[in-house]
């Protein structure tokens, strides 16, 4: 179970010394720097306002939490997985200015870029992007295709599935681009043929947006699948496994984020790797708030 794998990788990480990453000595410019926590920062209030609606607000009202509450969990849960960037090469950093911890990478199976520890895990940064990312996405995939059963209605489910891929790629390309010239992330070893601004601190895979679009789309439709009855495909036949309720919150939160890790890993983890090892040119220099091994 992955959960646990988590709880084990975690826990080891955290017993060797929870590390800072020093952004050194090069200066960053102030109107960037600033504008850079400005949105690391607002994206922590989209967060708290994510969790207290579809997580807290439910629990302290006791009542059971829908498919929208446990995604959100689950997608803060993915935030194990986002060193997996650098699983074959040192191929992608956020900036060491952000509130951070040095990665837990070394510790996932099989790990090949050297010093995991060096890549930056910039801890309110990216536990918000995910969630807002994730859900949001999903959330607005489900709002277009309500909205083209309206309009459209001769339609049919790839032409919708269609438009929520195109919609997703516009978001994910948008968010990336604001991130490169803001200075928070930097894209180190992108495949040169497929980015744009090559060898400099903006380079641009081009492909990012679809991987990422490729993934929100099917979480798309995972959360579809739940308009019915409150529960999604991977979610249905708990009632027959337990009565308690509780545990059934439980099943159905290993269930979604069983589901949700393998179409992130599959869709975009892997094929982002597999360009990265396909660049045949060096890595430009970068300033020390992005270190590098």
């Excluded at 409150?230 to 269930?255: H, I, N």
Aim: net charge positive.
């Amino acid at each position: 179970m992955s959960v646990v794998y988590i709880v084990i990788a975690l826990t080891l990480w955290a017993a060797g010394g929870i590390q800072v990453v020093d952004p050194g000595t090069d200066t960053m410019p102030t109107a960037k720097r600033v504008m850079m926590h400005v949105v690391e920062w607002g994206q922590v209030g989209v967060f708290v306002a994510l969790l207290w609606l579809v997580v807290i607000r439910p629990l302290v009202r006791r009542q059971r939490l829908g498919f929208d509450g446990l995604f959100l969990l689950a997608a803060v849960l993915l935030n194990f997985w986002d060193p997996l960037d650098n699983y074959a090469r040192f191929a992608f950093q956020y900036n060491a200015f952000h509130l951070n911890v040095g990665s837990w990478g070394g510790y996932i199976p099989g790990w090949q870029s050297p010093n995991p520890e060096l890549w930056v895990v910039p801890i309110a940064w990216v536990l918000s992007a995910y969630a807002w990312g994730f859900f949001l996405a999903a959330r607005s995939g489900c709002a277009v295709i309500e909205g083209l059963e309206r309009r459209r209605p001769q339609w049919g489910w790839m032409r919708q599935y269609g438009v929520v891929f195109l919609v997703n790629a516009v978001i994910a390309a948008a968010s990336e681009l604001v991130f490169l010239q803001i200075g928070a992330i930097v894209n180190i070893l992108p495949y040169e043929e497929f980015t744009l601004w090559n060898s400099t601190l903006g380079a641009w895979p081009v492909y990012n947006p679809f991987l990422f679009s490729a993934t929100w789309t099917v979480l798309t439709a995972l959360r579809r699948s739940s308009r019915f009855d409150g529960l999604s495909f991977v979610e249905r036949g708990v009632d027959g496994l337990t009565s308690s309720p509780k545990a059934q919150s439980a099943v159905r939160f290993l269930a979604i984020f069983a589901f949700t890790e393998v179409a992130y890993i599959g869709l975009y983890f892997v094929p982002f790797n597999l360009f990265a090892m396909m660049r045949s040119v060096p890595a430009v220099p970068l300033p020390s708030y992005f270190p590098t091994p």
